[in-house]
């Protein structure tokens, strides 16, 4: 008997909602468990139908495989087996067999009965579909070679539940297809074009005269009427091929049919055989029809197809012209004309964009493919941006900065996550990884204590009104600034008292930034501009930082008893937004009033801590 030290068993076939507590609950009577572990998806978290049950001792593993085999649990019988932690031996092949022909009745622990009188059986299963229902075939691997080899001599050709059964030795899909000449090795074959008079006996026949054959089947409908179409399975492959090479296109049946005789192949994979030869024609007729390709639009809903042609033909042989229609047959307003030469597109281009056809003056464009026409279009947008970015500040574009307006990049909506509330630059705290108890510091910015913790109350949906505020400023910018309308941001009370349940570390720094008092005056005072490529190659926790320190020399200018309040309320905004501000002072000035005004409303009276 082979020793299994670890006494760990790998459990199969499991429902998708079997747990650890469920599989304890089968597998304690049958001793003591040390862990139990169902493998899931790291992304969903979901069960992947199969666990892990590790015992003290390798006798209780051992009683449990005998009793719970194939045993039901949350429905679906579950399929037991040694854990093999060196996958060496499950690919290896040795003393694994392979059966095929199965009648769709035999099921995991029939096909285990079935061999256990060969030898000792480590695994044991037949492939099933979506459905759960048997595909006609399974496996079997045997602890000794020469178990698997007494099984195939003695169940090969047998009848199964009346079924006539292969058995042999299992070989991997690379061996299966892997010959000297580089052909694929296959038995089974695919036969179509015999209409639905022919029998089972007539193709017996036929094919017989180039091996044994194993299985014959006809598809029919649910009438009993053959589908023309069938499949047949020969005992070597020398036969299969043999058959193909003779029949396929070359032999007639009495009815008139020319048969179609090819390998059988899965469903997946000729969908991607297919897919590959889409792919390959695609591309041809994309090379054909590139730069001779129009696309018109701004057509007329009455312009049909030979109306349109008649407006293009003046300019060339035209090999194709469609306008396209909905399900319900209207036009959607564009079409495409096709060429037989670029000159000829090129000479139509030039002749008809922008002439009025009817009512509406069309538009036609050599044709492009979406992926081209975005990547066109993105790059037309990057370059209105820099050409409005020279025109407003050629100072800072001679320098090699940008300024802060120049967003061209996209800023995501979590930006603010983990973003300190408050900012106070005189204040430097130890990295994360030297701080412990949940402390938040981003690049030596605190996130708790006096000034951080009075703004974790603020809300949303005052913040969105703020945002709102700074997208309105955006469409008055040129025009007379207008005096806030009034607080719009809701600031708790005793937000910066400390918490009953604040972890002592956090509760110390709470004590420091109280006895520190208001944040001191930074030795720089000087407002350098900010460089984008800096920025945009930062981290979100940085890209705050940077703005952080920009900002709060700013408002300290002002109001340096709030400077960090104020300045982790704005922190609060969109990157976006924030770089919007820095660019436009009186948008600044409004916002920096705007906080000024809640945190005056709201004062909080708190010992040590100036407001």
Known sequence: MASYPLASLYVG??????????????????????????????MTKRSLGYAYVNFTNHQDAERALDTLNFEPING?????????RDPGLRKSGFGNIFIKNLDKAIDNKALFDTFSAFGNILSCKVATDETGESRGFGYVHFEKQEDAERSIDKVNGMSLNEKIVFVGTFISKKERQATGQGRIIFNNLYVKNFGSEWTEQQFHELFSQYGEILSIKIMKSENGIGQGFGFCSFTKAESAMDAQEQLHQKHQIPTGEILYVQRAQRRREREGELKRKFEIVKQQKRQ???????????????????????????????????????????SKGFGFVCYATPEEATKAVTELNGKIIITKPLYVAIAQRKEERRALLTQQFVNRQMTHISRQNPQHLASGMMPAAATLMPYGPNFSANIPRAYNPALRLPAPGNLRGGTNVAAG??????????????????????????GRGR????????????????????????RPNMHPMSMMLHQQQMMQGPPQQPKDMSTKPINITHLTSADPKQQKQILGETLFPIIYRKYPQQAG???????ELEISELLFLLD????????????????????VNVPGVPQ
């Open 584 to 603: 436009s002072g009186e948008q600044l000035n409004a916002k920096m009033e705007e906080a000024y005004e809640v945190l005056q409303k709201h004062q």
């Open 445 to 470: 910015v605190p996130a708790g204590g006096a000034y951080g913790q009075s703004l974790q109350q603020m809300t949303g949906a005052r913040m969105g009104e703020m945002r709102g505020a700074v």
């Open 288 to 330: 054909e029809t590139k730069g001779v390709n129009l696309f018109v639009k701004n057509l007329e809903d009455e312009i049909t197809d030979e109306l349109l042609r008649t407006h293009f033909v003046p300019y060339g042989n035209i090999t194709s012209c469609k306008v396209m229609r909905d399900e319900t047959g209207h």
């Open 475 to 498: 469409q008055t910018q040129n025009q007379q600034p207008r005096q806030s309308p009034g607080p719009r941001m809701k600031y708790t009370p005793n937000a910066g008292a400390p």
């Open 76 to 84: 679906h019988p579950c399929r037991i087996m040694w854990s093999q």
């Open 13 to 42: 076939d499991l429902h998708p909602d079997v747990n650890e507590a469920m599989l304890y609950e089968r597998f304690s009577p049958a001793g003591a468990i040390v862990s139990i572990r169902v493998c899931r998806d790291m």
């Open 565 to 571: 309040k104020i300045t982790g309320m704005l922190l």
